[in-house]
């Protein structure tokens, strides 16, 4: 027999508002049976199982999601999660490899090896973690090594013409020039940094956004604040930051990050407009109409054709007319 789950779902949603998690959580796993790879689902029973205490349920949801999300390579969701696990029970082993799998699929070998290293601290003898680490560290040294630096035998210099023979003077062989100082280790410039860095701010972006989706939004916040510091998705991760502060209600910040985004150099009008919808919409939340009226009509300077600012002026306007 076919269920409804729209309204299954709704039910679900019911019981959560109403404060009475074990009958949503039941209504959940009946969507689970029939649709076993919908990810909101894990998410919100392992939300509500760890709202109930029973934290071993609640990771054994989060661990589903998790394994989901690395199945389509969404690795750097996967590995949101898993720290979701990790922040349940610090010591959850099975958490830490997963991360430094995932960390290494993407070619971050340090972030890897750093969580390999947390499994040994936790279990000593863990030998996966310890060829892991061996394995790494062989790679790394791989990379490192200088190349051989093959030096020639000096060439006697062939004179441009012999002397005649009937002086029969014997000639000198040249001095051969000395031989170039070759040092014991060559040490290279290594550019890797740099790549490093970019590599890590695209990390802590796509972890901000899987912690987004997630509504983890102080952990996402953590995320786009370090990833910011990377000029290419600078505007992106103030972008991101305004929209979680919008969530959380906290519109000053927001504010201040929708200002930041609108200041990169650069910008398009169009990406103008839209971070001045998007800062209007946080002076509208916080009740400042005016500084609301005036973005909004900044939007229609730079886009004549975004007519949800011509709504929004409309119904500020109404709205200040009747108080």
């Not at 959940?28 to 649709?35: A, C, G, Q, S, W």
């Not at 550019?191 to 956004?209: F, N, P, R, T, V």
């Not at 169009?270 to 916080?286: D, I, M, N, P, T």
């Not at 400042?288 to 709504?311: G, I, N, P, R």
């Amino acid at each position: 027999m076919a269920i409804d789950k729209e309204k299954i779902l709704d039910l679900a949603q019911k019981y959560v508002l109403k404060g009475q998690p074990k009958k949503a959580i039941q209504e959940y796993l009946k969507l689970i049976e029939v649709t076993p790879k919908d990810k909101r689902l894990y998410l919100k029973l392992g939300d509500l199982y760890l709202k109930e205490g029973e934290k071993e349920k609640a990771i054994g949801e989060y661990l589903k999601l998790a394994e989901l999300y690395a199945e389509e390579d969404l690795n750097f969701r996967a590995i949101s999660v898993y720290k979701r696990v990790l922040s349940i029970d610090p010591k959850f082993v099975e958490a830490f490899h997963k991360i430094a799998k995932l960390y290494l699929k993407e070619g971050l070998i340090g972030s890897a090896k750093s969580y390999y290293q947390n499994v040994l601290e936790i279990k000593p003898g863990d030998t996966e973690a310890r060829h892991a680490l061996e394995d790494i560290e062989a790679r790394q040294k791989e990379t490192k090594e200088p190349p051989k630096v093959v030096v020639p035998p000096p060439q006697p210099r062939v004179p441009e013409s012999l002397p005649p023979l009937e002086k029969k003077v014997v000639q000198q062989k040249p001095t051969p020039p000395p031989a170039p100082q070759i040092p014991r280790e060559v040490t290279y410039e290594s550019e890797s940094s740099a790549a490093d860095a970019d590599k890590d701010s695209q990390m802590h972006y796509h972890l901000g956004i899987a912690y987004k989706e997630m509504e983890l939004y102080d952990y996402a916040i953590s995320e786009f604040e370090q990833a910011a510091s990377c000029g290419p998705i600078r505007f992106d991760c103030y972008i991101m930051l305004g929209n979680c502060f919008m969530e959380k209600g906290d519109y000053d910040q927001s504010i201040k990050y929708y200002t930041l985004a609108s200041k990169v150099p650069g910008l398009s009008n169009q990406k103008l407009a839209r971070v001045h919808f998007s800062l209007g919409l946080a002076y509208e939340a916080k009740g400042m109409v005016s500084e609301a009226l005036s973005t909004f009509t900044t939007v229609l300077k730079l886009d004549h054709s975004f007519s949800k600012a011509q709504e929004r002026i409309k119904r500020l306007q109404t709205k200040t007319d009747h108080s």
